[in-house]
């Protein structure tokens, strides 16, 4: 029979039993940063372990249950392993390096900690995507820091890994590298090999475990391999074919030492349209989260928000201080990236079809392929009336944003008309290019003298300003990877951004999110003085500002 472990109201996961059976470690939110506590099993003796600002995760207990060695970004900003001494709290880091390492597990005789890693990977993109594909292998190291060695093949992605009872070989997760994107939120039918490696002579075997999307594997006391399955039917599974736990929220089981009993954290992602307060590192900001994409009225007192109502479908709900959201739109097709005029009266966003927001090729689809049907920018009374497009054509269009005085709006396009940014008159939608290179995103400054934007070069995307005569083009950002999602404060002075540029801090199938690696920063309207908002492991993207306003 499920019991709670701990009560509901905190974000509680990624738990690991010790070897003795008297302690469970875990990850928890409740006071703000993911920190580590341990509790014992029947839920007394509750005793925080970390208390900093950075991200410390997915600790497992030394065979003697004397330290943990657990991943946190305390040094570098980075996902690194360190062990914690459990006698004096005081920590100190194992690994090192710009990649992330995940998942650490220590032999049974005490000798090595197995982990994965994404340290030899350049994060490529997934095909025809935006999203970064999270190549890992299995690595060994000695709880000295000794010995570093790879023992999986390079080029794809095996995590998980977990020890037998003898310490000579570990149990991992592997997939195509392309899969460890494909698989990680509402995973579609699939399989994923289970595999045994030889630590000394780093040969793999396949382990019997029957198909679907297999995650997480886990040896049991009797030698039973057990896993997390993210396909239909989703929860935990035994090799043998048993099945445990079940559900799409079952995440990270850990079983006690004598296989009776198994913890797991049970946790869904945040969807609620109302804002929540969130810890934020960096404490002269405040974090609130939402659904998709919001944007804030210019007493910032309301917000327009757009919510997934089915596959193929969007609404945009408006939620005013005080009242419950209620929708203002619900077309038979997508809306996405709602903008507020000036006055605060009107609403513009992007309107279309299924994957019609996409810009290159998802697979073989296009976006101009009839099934995606193109994209528009309409524009919506603040009371739901008066719905209308404002651009028309074959191209791809949206995104957009008003210029200071409401009389003109910039726009992202892309198809057969060309692609960049455009900016219109809305007296006689006159449309002039502001740019020719692949765009996206972007923003008009409050001040009027800027427009902000991302531009794809190479395989990254970094934020560029320009001015709308097309003069001064700047590029503000300098990373490998994804900065995306600008926004402008209400004196135009900060952009804040999603950036990728700190790497994912988890296995990527862990978290159930499309891209795991999104932090938000802010930075000056030059490119200076760069500030990191968040650390952890959920998606976070799509900031938007929350002009003042008086009670």
């Not at 459990?86 to 005490?110: E, I, N, Y």
């Not at 992602?269 to 939402?290: C, I, K, V």
């Not at 996206?440 to 995307?461: E, Q, Y």
């Amino acid at each position: 029979m499920e019991r709670p472990l701990t009560p509901p109201g905190s974000v509680d996961y990624n738990p690991s039993w010790s070897s003795r059976g008297d302690w469970i470690v875990f990850t928890s939110e409740r006071a703000g940063p993911a920190d580590l506590f341990r509790v014992h099993p029947d839920g007394t003796g509750l005793e925080r372990l970390t208390n900093d600002s950075a991200f410390d995760d997915q600790a497992a207990f030394s065979p003697d249950g004397s330290k943990i060695v657990f991943v946190s970004t305390h040094a570098t900003g980075f996902a690194n392993l360190w062990i914690l001494d459990l006698a004096t709290h005081k920590a100190a880091p194992l690994t090192s390096g710009s990649g992330g390492d995940f998942r650490p597990a220590w032999s049974p005789d005490g000798k090595w900690i197995a982990f994965s890693s994404d340290r030899g990977s350049s994060l490529p993109l997934a095909k025809g995507r935006w999203e970064r594909l999270q190549l890992v292998d299995i690595y060994l190291i000695r709880p000295d820091g000794s010995g570093l060695r790879r023992i999986s093949e390079h080029g794809n992605f095996c995590g998980g890994p977990k020890w037998t009872s003898d310490s000579k070989n570990v149990i991992a997760y592997c997939m195509s590298a392309q899969e460890s994107w494909k698989y990680r939120a509402d995973a579609p039918q699939g399989d994923t090999r289970l595999v045994k490696i030889d630590t000394g002579t780093a040969q793999a075997m396949p382990v019997a475990a029957g198909t679907g999307v297999k995650i997480l594997p886990s040896v049991l006391p009797s030698g039973e391999i057990a896993y997390v399955r993210r396909d239909k039917p989703q929860g935990v599974f035994y090799a043998n074919g048993q099945s445990g736990p079940a559900g799409s929220d079952v995440y990270s089981p850990s079983w006690s030492p004598d296989g009776s009993h198994v913890v797991y954290s049970r946790y869904k992602p945040l969807s609620g349209l109302q804002a929540e307060e969130r810890w934020s590192r960096n404490p002269n900001y405040e974090l609130f989260t939402t659904a998709m994409l919001p944007s804030y009225d210019p007493t910032g007192r309301t917000f327009a928000v757009t919510v997934p109502t089915s596959a193929q479908t969007m609404s945009m709900f408006l939620v005013e201080d005080g009242n419950p959201p209620h929708p203002i739109f619900q077309p038979n097709s997508l809306v996405l990236g709602p903008q507020w005029s000036p006055d605060g009266k009107q609403i513009i966003f992007g309107v279309g079809r299924f994957t019609s927001f996409l810009d290159f090729a998802a697979g073989g689809e296009r976006p101009l392929d009839p099934i995606n049907g193109g994209a528009q920018v309409g524009m919506i009374n603040r009371d739901g009336s008066g719905f209308h497009l404002i651009t028309s054509g074959p191209n791809n269009n949206a995104f957009a944003s008003f210029s200071p005085d409401g009389k003109r709006i910039v726009y992202r396009t892309n198809g057969p008309d060309g692609q960049g940014l455009r900016i219109m008159s809305l007296a006689d939608h006159s449309v002039s290019v502001l740019t020719n290179e692949y765009d996206n995103f972007p923003a008009w400054s409050p001040r009027g003298d800027l427009i902000a934007f991302v531009r794809k070069i190479a395989d990254d995307f970094e934020v560029l300003t320009i001015r709308p005569d097309g003069k001064d083009l700047s590029q503000l950002t300098h990373t490998h990877g994804n900065d995306a999602h600008v926004s402008w404060s209400p004196d135009g002075d900060r952009l804040a951004f999603s950036s990728s540029r700190m790497g994912f801090k988890d296995e990527a199938l862990a978290t159930n999110a499309p891209q795991p690696y999104g932090d938000i920063f802010v930075m000056r309207y030059d490119g200076s003085h760069v500030e990191q908002l968040t650390d952890n492991q959920w998606e976070e993207g799509g900031a938007t500002w929350q002009p003042h306003h008086q009670n």
